[in-house]
Structures are given as C-alpha cells and as structure tokens.
C-alpha cells in the first residue's frame, strides 16, 4: 500500500484521536464499524456530552455508497446503482435465456456474481477478451459479455464495479475527506489498491491503523470433543469475566456457522442459566453472535411467509402446528391457549393427505365459538385474495409488494402480543426486503404470485439478519470478523488441520490460470496458508491473552492441531488438558437449586377403576414409568400424519374386512364352498369397499392411492383365506369379541378379541390378527415383550382354551404361530414336526408361568411402580414419550439408532 501505516497502543483510541482530526474513519467489516461507534458514544458521555454529531465511521461498502450518492447528485448520466437482488435477477434472467445453459438458473445466478465480482476486485476483466477453458468457464464469460451490454444499454452498475468507476470520477463529484483512517484490513484487492491510490493522488491523507507487536500470553488447549472444548471455553469465560468484570472478551470460531447451536448452548449453561427458566423475564446476554441467521428462520418472518404461501396452496401439518402455536394467529394468551388445544386435535385426526388448504382450515374453526374471530380474519384475508384476483393475475414486484402488505393487515400480522427488541428489528429488516424486491420491476419483469413468493422466500432465506450489536463482553465471532477489534483475551476455538487455515478452492466459473495470474484468493495453495497467517498474527497483537484450542475427535473425524499454529506460534507451548485447566462449576448467576425430597409414596389404582386394555400390562412389563405416563398422566405422543395411511391404519383396515368377512363366512365349510364356487372375489370386494368409503374423494391422488390400497388388501387376505382353506374344520364362533369381567388379580381391563373358532372336539382357539413382527418368543419371561395374547389366554374367561394364534398377515410371513394343544389334531394335519406349533405345544404350565408374570405386573401397576427402568435399549429406542424421563438422551447415540418395526394395529 501507497500510504502510511500507524500503530497506536490502542486501535480504538488511535480512530478517536483520527476524528478529532476531522478524518473519516473506514473499517473493514460492518461488526468492526458498529464496534468504534459503540466506543466513539462511551467516550463522548464520560467527557459529559449529552448530544454528539453521528461520527463519519463507515465500513468499506457503506463509504463506497455513500460515495457514489454524491457523484449521481453531482453527475447528469451516472448510471443506477444496482442492488444486489436486482444484480442477481439480471444475471438469472440472462441464463434463462440461454438456450446453452446446462445449469440452473435460480442456482448459478449466485455463483454468476460472485464471479463478476471477483473479476472486479481483481481488476481481471480485460482477461474475457479470450476464450475460456473449461466449458463452464467459457459459458460464464458469453454470460458477462450479455450482462456488460445490458448494463451499458440500461445506464446500470454493479457494486463491485465502484471502486474502479470512482477512481475515475472528477474529483468535484466526491465528497471527499481530507484524511480517511483504514481500520482492521487484512489484505487489499487490486481495486482498493487503485482507488486508494487515487485518492491519494487527489490529497486525501491516508493512514491505516494496524496494531503493534504485543507480547501475548499463549496457551494451548487440547479437548476430546467439541462438546468438551466449547464447555471448557464457556467456563474460561466466566471465570475471566469474574475476576475481570469490565473486560472484552473474543471468541474465535472458524467454524461458527456449523457450531453455533452448540457453542450457544455450552455459554448459556455458564453465563446465562436463567434463560433455561421460563419464568423469569429475558436477560441481556453476556455473550453476542456476529454471525446472523436468516431472516426467514426469525418467527415473525416466518409466520408471515407461511400465512402467505397458505393463501395460494395448502400448507403441510407440521407449518400448520408451527403456526397455530407460534402465537401470531391468537389475539389473546387465552386464544393462544385454545389454538394449542385445536393443534392437538387437528393432529390426532386421521388423513390421507397430511396438507390442509387455508379455507378447509377457516371451515373447521367455524365450529368452535371461542375461535370465531379467528376465523372472521381468515375469511377476510380470503375474500381479500378473490378480490384482488391474486391467483391468475401476473403483477410486478412492487404491486405484489404491496398487496403482500394488504393481506398480512387482514389477519393482523404479527399478531397483538408486545413486541420485543429482537422482533421489532426483524420486522424493520423485513419491511428493507419487501423494499428491495420492489426494486425489481427495474426491467419490467412481471410475476405469477407463486413466483413472487418463491422469489420473496427465496431472499428472505438469504438475507441474513444480525441483531444489533448490544456490545456483551463476549464476543463469538469469525476470524475475519475480528477485524478492528481489541480485546482483553481471546480464545481461539477448532485450531486444527481440518479448520485452520480454513477449506477452500478456486472460484468454479472462472479458468484457474486466470485466478493464478491475479492472485485472486485460493488459486493456489499457498493462498489460504497466507491469509491465515496475517489474520493470526493480527490476532495475537489484538489481545494480551490468547488461548488456542482443537478437539481431538468429532464423531468419526480425528483431528490434529493445525500446522500453522504449532509450527509458527506455539512451537514451544505444551498441550493442557481442557477438563483439566477449566473444570466446569457453579454457573454465574444467582440462582438456586430448590432441593425437593423424593419420599417413596405409594399411589395405588383403584381397584374399581379399568386401566384400560393389555397395553397397560405391555408398558409396565417395557418400563414401569411408560406405563406410568401413560395410563396415570394420560401423557400422548404428538400423532403427526406422512402421506397416506399409517402402518396402523392399515393394520386396523385390515382388521375391519375379516371382521365383515367372517360374518358372512361362519365355518371352514363355507369358506371351501365360496373358494370353489367363485364367490370370494365378490365378497372379498364388498367387504373392502365398505370399509373403504370414509377415504372415498374426488382428489386423483386420493382415488389412485386408495385403488392401490384396495389391491394391496386384496392381495394380502387372498394370501392369508389360502392358510385358512387348508385347515381342519372349524366354526367362527365369535369376531371382536368384548370379553367381559377381566381381571388380573385385582386389576380390571377391557378385552377385545379379534376371533374365537370353535373346533370339531369342542375346544376353542384364540385368534389375534399381526400385521407386524411377532413371534410367540415375546411372551415369555417375567417381563414379556407382548403379553396380550398370554392375557386373553389366562384371563380372558375364554372356556375350553386349547390355544391361541398369532394370525401373521405380513408380506413373505403370511401363516399361523403360536401355541396349541395338539398342532395336527386341531389346526392341521400336514404341519411338519419340526414346527413349534407342533413341538412347542401349549400347557397347563405354560398357562402357570403366564400367570405369575401377568399378576406380578399387575401387583406393580396397581401399587404404583413408576421407575424408569426399560426392559432393554430397545425399549428407550422406540418410546413414544422420550421426553418425560429423557433416559435415551443420556443412553443413546445416534450410532445406536435402528429401523425401528412396523406397528400393529
């Protein structure tokens, strides 16, 4: 650089000392200018001031705007400076009519621009005056020749263009100060280098402010986890923040995009463990993210693209449920509470089709009185959308814009609940994107209002909202990030090989003999070494303390320190331990545990009272607080629908047609006649087609889905009466029946069974139809797996029991399995003797050793046994309530994860 480099004790007091010069000060990074702002208003209270000129601080592209204002005041033809979403749409336009273009357009816009732009930084556009190799590369330089002539025709600009347009600009266009001051520069590209130069030539004083050789303490940290390395971090910073409390701290993460969620939670836990009581009011945090998070993610936002996008097509029952719970929708706490209420309703409602359109919604709502002015604003917002004609009407950006507003009035978005510092600058940044896709029309484009919402969605996940800076005394953020900032330590988190310096490659649309020619960033290997290199060493003078750490393993990466470091900074320094040097303890806060003793009080069932069916015996058998939960808690999962039938509504289907089936059919006789008179189809048909009249519609989908489903039926009970046919003569003596009086001990339930034959010799077999897997082993043991049929067996009141079968109507395990007394005799005479139907018969002391496990389970149930004891793993693996005991969160990897079974009706 053509200029001269200071290097002042202190960053932030050298700019100081520069405004009072009357210079105007430049930063590298949005985050660092917000910080000097931040200093420039503490200085001017402590000498006093109440009132203060906004100090000319900017970042680098902020001047740069600033700039170019005052040249198209001062010039007749400067040309429009275009935004970055009108910048992308031109590029997307111009690839969608290419009729070469093997990429997708909405996906190579991004990667088109920022090419452009690199071409501009490094002052490499005269190297399009050639073909390109590869073929991409050569695609993007036709795409840039279009895009220069358009710009040329349309009096339009890029932004990375400014550089190169302002240094040529007469210097009376410019307001230009008489010293500009350069703050937390890396590096320069060629374009800053030759703007800077030109203004210096035009007088400007230049001086950049780069900190001086500091003797830092350095530590080296080694952890075993990510997990471990944040933890011991976070408790590092609330033991600095103790000792020190009017110190800064910055944390250095180069992976923070990735990382952040966990290394939120481990600085929660330290410095802020009241924000995990949801009845104490928010806090300020002690620690702030640079890094922002998309706008669409913020709720506010997303519920008003949802109301949006529900206006035009059918929303998914998760969006549904996010909606109706986020409280946008509710005008009071009770509203809010009747609309959770509604959620859980809607969800535990059987559905093919698991969408559900705005008006079907409205609809709905009109049944439920509290509800009703919620429904009067859903009515509106849809007679607001017939009366704009908003479905088949194609409109510019800046119409749809506004009418965007019109119907989020109409519901009353976002909603009457006070809004909070985090909302309210969401909504201002929202209300900034509606501007700019205003901005679109620029070339007279005109959209459908699915493509405006898909355009609006698509910039909204893209723009990426940050929080103003609150100025915590931790800062989390990335290493470029850090840029003109001073701290009193710093910890550098993931300084290893994989993360340090960071990954990168070339740029995929430009030639790499192009980028090797202007040294644009990662054209060789040596690049990202180097960059890495200057921003640690401007670390290291940044602070008076810096620790650095790596985490030996992450899932099934290892990693090793990174070579930069341990070669050039921490050659001598010696590994610690991080759960040594900073053992976790007390948070830092006040407050208390509350410690409640756990006094073994018995809360026995009333023995007057069913508990319901078998399941309650299967829970306390899996876990006696599953059991527990459920039947005591009335505790229920959350019923979320996929597409089409659940495995248990298609269990409980199938249920349905033998039900009706065997009403027709009463004896293994009349089944043998149907079969060889040709009447089973017919039977078989009208006993599927009546069960399946409640999913009967004139949605295709629906039609088509069921018709496959009724094939589907067909052939498994086709598959399953081929079983029946081949066994000895019996009677159907009974279909669902309820069994009356049960009772396992002092326990009552309610039994169902599906079928009870009669045989020839006067005994009788239990039948239970599977549609999933089971074998008679489940129902052995103290704690059987499946103890429903030993239930109906011991208990049932069945008399002259002879057996009970599993009736397995599965593909490719279609048969029967269980036990019975004589296999041959009273099943089927060709069964081979190597069957356990056959050499596993059922007993008078089988029935015993079901009964003790059935009465001690229920003993258990009926004194109140709730321990959180699973059976096994699998039992937490598939628990429907994991989160009332949150066993599995301490026992369970994701490696330990299985397919998890069919259920059964």
């Given at each position: 650089m053509a200029h001269e480099s200071e290097s002042p004790a202190n960053w932030l007091d050298g700019a100081l000392h520069a405004l009072t010069r009357g210079a105007a000060v430049v930063t590298a990074s949005q985050r660092a200018a917000r910080a000097l702002r931040l200093h420039h208003a503490r200085s001017q209270r402590v000498a006093g001031h109440r009132f203060w000129p906004s100090p000319p601080i900017y970042d680098w592209t902020s001047w740069l705007r600033d700039l170019w204002q005052s040249y198209a005041f001062a010039t007749l033809d400067a040309?429009?400076?275009l935004s970055p979403l009108q910048e992308r749409a031109l590029w997307g336009r111009i690839q969608r009519t290419d009729a070469n273009s093997l990429l997708s357009p909405d996906s190579a816009?991004?990667?088109?621009?920022?090419?452009?732009?690199?071409?501009?930084?490094?002052?490499?556009?005269?190297?399009?005056?050639r073909s390109w190799e590869p073929a991409d590369a050569e695609q993007f330089?036709?795409?840039?020749?279009?895009?220069?002539?358009?710009?040329a025709a349309q009096g339009w600009i890029s932004l990375s263009q400014l550089e190169a347009r302002l240094a040529g600009a007469p210097p009376a266009a410019l307001a230009l100060p008489l010293e500009l001051c350069?703050?937390?520069?890396?590096?320069?590209?060629?374009?800053?280098?030759?703007?800077?130069?030109?203004?210096r030539a035009r007088g400007v004083v230049i001086a950049e402010l780069v900190p001086g050789p500091r003797q830092s303490l350095r530590r080296w940290i080694v952890a075993g986890s990510p997990r471990e390395e944040f933890t011991a971090c976070a408790a590092w910073a609330r033991q600095f923040l103790m000792d020190r409390p009017d110190s800064r701290i910055g944390i250095i993460a180069p992976a923070v995009r990735s990382s952040r969620g966990e290394i939120e939670r481990a600085f929660r836990r330290a410095l802020l463990p009241s924000a995990d009581d949801i009845r104490r009011p928010s806090s300020v945090s002690p620690f702030e993210f640079s890094l922002g998070q998309p706008l669409s993610d913020v709720p506010a936002v997303r519920a008003a693209l949802l109301l949006l996008r529900w206006t035009a097509v059918p929303l998914r029952e998760e969006e549904i449920s996010w909606l109706l719970l986020s409280g946008f929708l509710a005008d009071t706490a009770t509203h809010h509470l009747l609309l959770a209420r509604r959620d859980v309703d809607r969800c535990n409602t059987s559905a093919l089709v698991p969408k559900c359109s705005l008006s079907s919604f409205r609809t709905a709502l009109n049944g439920v009185f509290a509800l009703r002015p919620l429904a009067d604003r859903l009515g509106a917002l849809l007679q607001t959308v017939e009366a704009n004609r908003i479905p088949d009407q194609p409109r510019p950006p800046s119409s749809w814009t506004e009418l965007v507003q019109l119907l989020l009035d109409q519901i009353r978005w976002p909603g009457e609940r006070p809004s909070d510092s985090v909302q309210f600058q969401a909504l201002q940044c929202w209300q900034r994107l509606l501007d700019d896709v205003a901005l679109l029309d620029f070339d007279g484009s005109v959209l459908a209002f699915a493509e405006f919402l898909d355009l609006l969605e698509l910039h909204a996940r893209e723009t990426i909202f940050a929080l103003e800076s609150a100025d915590a005394p931790v800062q989390i953020l990335g290493p470029l990030e850090s840029a003109g900032q001073e701290f009193d330590a710093i910890w550098f988190l993931s300084a290893d090989d994989a993360h340090w310096p960071p990954p990168g490659g070339p740029h995929p649309l430009l030639p790499l003999a192009v980028q090797r020619q202007f040294g644009m960033p990662h054209a060789t290997s040596v690049d990202p070494w180097n960059l890495a290199l200057l921003v640690t060493t401007r670390l290291l003078r940044s602070a008076p303390e810096a620790i650095f750490s790596y985490a030996q393993h992450d899932d099934d990466a290892e990693f090793r320190p990174s070579p930069l470091l341990s070669a050039l900074f921490l050659r001598d320094a010696q590994l610690q331990s991080a759960v040594e040097s900073f053992p976790v303890s007390e948070p830092l806060c006040d407050a208390r545990l509350e410690i409640i003793p756990d006094a073994a009080v018995s809360l026995p069932w009333p023995t007057g009272r069913s508990a319901g069916g078998a399941d309650v015996l299967k829970r306390q058998a899996a876990c006696p607080f599953q059991s527990f939960a459920a039947n005591r808690l009335r505790a229920e999962p959350l019923d979320t629908r996929d597409w089409g039938l659940e495995p248990s509504d298609k269990g409980k289907l199938l249920h349905e047609v033998l039900q009706q089936f065997f009403t027709h059919i009463r004896s293994h006789g009349e089944l043998v006649t149907a079969k060889a008179t040709h009447q089973l189809d017919a039977l078989l048909d009208r006993c599927i087609d009546s069960v399946l009249v409640p999913y009967s519609s004139s949605d295709p989908w629906q039609r088509a889905y069921i018709a496959a489903e009724k094939r589907r039926l067909r052939f498994r009970i086709d598959e399953w009466l081929a079983c029946e046919v081949r066994r000895l003569p019996f009677t159907v003596e009974a279909t669902e029946r309820k069994l009356s009086g049960v009772r396992v001990g002092d326990l009552l339930l309610n039994l169902?069974?599906?079928?009870?034959?009669?045989l020839s010799d006067g005994s009788r077999l239990l039948i239970?139809?599977?549609?999933?897997?089971?074998?008679?082993a489940a129902w052995s043991g103290d704690r059987p797996d499946e103890p429903q049929l030993p239930l109906y067996a011991v208990c049932g009141n069945v008399e002259n029991l002879s057996g009970i079968l599993l009736a397995k109507?599965?593909?490719?395990?279609?048969?029967f399995d269980g036990r019975v007394r004589d296999a041959r005799a009273q099943l089927s005479g060709d069964l081979s003797q190597k069957k356990k139907l056959v050499s596993d018969p059922f007993t008078d002391s089988m029935r015993d050793q079901w009964t003790r496990a059935l009465l001690a389970l229920a003993q258990e149930f009926l004194d109140g046994e709730s321990s959180v004891s699973p059976r096994e793993l699998e039992v937490c693996r598939n628990c429907p309530l994991p989160a009332l005991c949150r066993k599995a969160e301490r026992n369970l990897s994701p490696a330990d994860q299985e397919n998890e079974e069919e259920p059964d009706a």
């Open positions: 040309p429009l400076l816009a991004a990667l088109a621009m920022e090419a452009w732009s690199l071409l501009s930084a490094f002052s490499a556009h005269p190297a399009r005056s330089r036709l795409w840039a020749q279009t895009f220069e002539r358009e710009c350069l703050i937390g520069f890396d590096r320069f590209t060629p374009a800053q280098t030759e703007f800077l130069a030109s203004l169902r069974a599906d079928r009870i034959d009669l239970d139809y599977k549609t999933g897997r089971i074998s008679p109507i599965r593909a490719g395990e279609t048969g």
